[in-house]
């Protein structure tokens, strides 16, 4: 039996990982050093080269594990890992894109995507960006052009002779593997659920080997992005628990999110899980073991009250970022960049809510206690 026919599981514990050769030890150990021995005749060598061992920014051997590991569960031909989740987009649209190419993304963009692909590559290299709602299929065919080289759906983009790449990190490949769905690149911020710790960082872009040895060259090699050998160790350790975390992310967010949704001083609550939320059917089509653990909702109050509930939270911690172990919660407020972007309901300002790994009960009587503190029960 090929490791990659073992079920999920069994993957995130075994691929990439052996009894280290040397010293017997049943976890391979952290390789630090950022140069490698060289053959008795290194002048034929290409020293741009991410084959084998010569330097780390080149490629090292945790990363190389990695990148293995990740290539399985996201059912993927190739892996390249770099330092962030950032680095991994960056990493694919300066690889792939060039002047004059047209890009489709949706409404609901991560911020650095929005950044990257509307102001710095549009202003910088000519390339045309089109933003638009990706639940609306007319509206992705209406915007596609001749010259489109990333898109949202993968069918209308292979039609198109398009590539689509999507953002996965929110589902990690626990709960959804776009590959499978027919997706050319699926992009990781490892830094969240797959490492799930919030003690490290790395990206990481899975696809096709064609496109993949590109990105290893250029954003890997020539730009640097090169992810540490001690965080690489590190995501490989947290994606051993990763199917385990996932779940419970999962069904926290899912219990939260219905007690959320009946009570009279929210707004309103955004999560596939919820029969309510207009993606359902399509999550629930696409997504396996759950819809995630990031969910986000309003007040029906004005903006310093919303801010006046974080700070009675007590066990919910407001920091950026999302995949912890620990509950994180964020205020967006009305001045965000990408307002005009959003459904109304979000226009007041709204919370993204990463449910961690406590007891759900807990989480919702902070919520319940933080709200009845702010008046608002």
Same mark, same amino acid.
């Not at 190389?64 to 031909?77: D, F, N, R």
């Not at 629930?284 to 801010?307: I, P």
């Given at each position: 039996m090929?490791?990659?026919d073992?079920?999920?599981s069994?993957?995130?514990?075994?691929?990439?990982?052996?009894?280290?050769?040397?010293?017997?030890?049943?976890?391979?150990?952290i390789?630090?050093?950022?140069? %490698?021995?060289l053959? #008795?005749d290194?002048?034929?060598?290409?020293w741009?080269?991410a084959?084998?061992?010569? #330097?780390t920014? &080149?490629?090292?051997?945790?990363q190389?594990?990695?990148q293995?590991?990740? @290539?399985?569960?996201?059912?993927?031909?190739?892996? $390249?890992?770099?330092?962030?989740g950032?680095? +991994?987009l960056s990493?694919l649209?300066f690889?792939?894109?060039?002047?004059?190419?047209?890009? *489709?993304?949706?409404?609901?963009t #991560?911020? +650095? $995507? %929005?950044?990257?692909l509307?102001?710095?590559?549009?202003?910088?290299?000519?390339?045309?960006?089109?933003?638009?709602?990706?639940?609306?299929?007319?509206?992705?065919?209406?915007?596609?052009?001749p &010259?489109?080289?990333i898109?949202?759906?993968?069918? *209308? @983009?292979?039609? /198109? /002779?398009?590539?689509?790449?999507?953002? &996965?990190?929110?589902a990690?490949?626990?709960?959804?593997?776009p *590959?499978?769905?027919?997706?050319?690149?699926?992009?990781?911020?490892?830094?969240?659920y797959?490492?799930?710790?919030?003690?490290?960082?790395?990206?990481?872009?899975?696809?096709?080997?064609?496109?993949?040895?590109?990105?290893?060259?250029?954003?890997?090699?020539?730009?640097?992005?090169t992810?540490?050998p001690?965080?690489?160790?590190l995501?490989?350790?947290? +994606?051993?628990?990763?199917?385990?975390?996932?779940?419970?992310? /999962?069904?926290n +967010?899912?219990?939260? @999110?219905?007690?959320l949704?009946? =009570?009279?001083?929210?707004?309103?609550?955004? #999560?596939?899980?919820?029969?309510?939320?207009?993606?359902?059917?399509?999550?629930?089509?696409?997504?396996?073991?759950?819809?995630?653990?990031?969910?986000?909702?309003?007040?029906?109050?004005?903006?310093?009250?919303?801010n006046?509930?974080?700070?009675n939270?007590?066990?919910?911690?407001?920091?950026?970022s999302?995949?912890?172990?620990?509950?994180?919660?964020?205020f967006?407020?009305e001045?965000d960049?990408r307002? %005009?972007? %959003?459904?109304?309901?979000?226009?007041?300002?709204?919370?993204?809510?990463?449910?961690?790994?406590?007891?759900?009960?807990?989480? *919702?009587?902070?919520?319940? =206690?933080?709200?009845?503190?702010?008046?608002?029960?």
């Amino acid at each position: 039996m090929s490791k990659n026919d073992l079920g999920f599981s069994t993957r995130a514990v075994h691929i990439g990982n052996e009894v280290d050769k040397e010293t017997g030890a049943i976890r391979r150990p952290i390789t630090m050093a950022n140069s %490698y021995a060289l053959p #008795y005749d290194p002048t034929d060598m290409n020293w741009s080269s991410a084959d084998g061992n010569l #330097y780390t920014r &080149n490629g090292g051997v945790n990363q190389k594990y990695l990148q293995e590991k990740l @290539a399985s569960l996201e059912g993927g031909e190739d892996c $390249v890992v770099l330092a962030s989740g950032v680095a +991994a987009l960056s990493g694919l649209f300066f690889s792939l894109l060039q002047s004059g190419d047209h890009v *489709i993304f949706s409404t609901v963009t #991560y911020i +650095a $995507v %929005y950044r990257l692909l509307n102001e710095l590559f549009n202003n910088k290299f000519h390339v045309e960006t089109t933003i638009v709602d990706t639940t609306d299929l007319e509206a992705v065919k209406e915007a596609v052009r001749p &010259n489109t080289d990333i898109q949202a759906i993968a069918e *209308i @983009a292979h039609n /198109n /002779n398009a590539l689509l790449s999507v953002d &996965n990190t929110f589902a990690s490949p626990y709960s959804q593997r776009p *590959i499978e769905l027919g997706a050319d690149f699926s992009i990781e911020s490892l830094t969240k659920y797959i490492n799930g710790h919030g003690d490290a960082m790395g990206g990481a872009i899975i696809g096709k080997k064609e496109y993949l040895d590109i990105i290893r060259a250029q954003a890997q090699v020539n730009l640097g992005a090169t992810v540490s050998p001690f965080n690489a160790w590190l995501i490989m350790r947290g +994606a051993v628990t990763l199917p385990l975390r996932m779940q419970r992310h /999962n069904d926290n +967010a899912l219990k939260i @999110a219905e007690w959320l949704e009946q =009570q009279p001083c929210v707004s309103f609550v955004a #999560y596939p899980g919820l029969e309510s939320h207009k993606g359902h059917t399509i999550a629930e089509k696409q997504m396996k073991n759950g819809f995630g653990g990031v969910l986000s909702f309003g007040l029906k109050a004005d903006h310093d009250t919303h801010n006046r509930f974080v700070q009675n939270l007590k066990i919910i911690t407001s920091a950026v970022s999302l995949g912890h172990d620990e509950s994180l919660i964020v205020f967006i407020g009305e001045n965000d960049e990408r307002q %005009y972007l %959003y459904p109304k309901e979000f226009h007041n300002g709204f919370f993204r809510f990463s449910v961690g790994l406590e007891d759900a009960d807990d989480l *919702i009587e902070d919520i319940r =206690q933080a709200l009845q503190n702010t008046e608002l029960l």
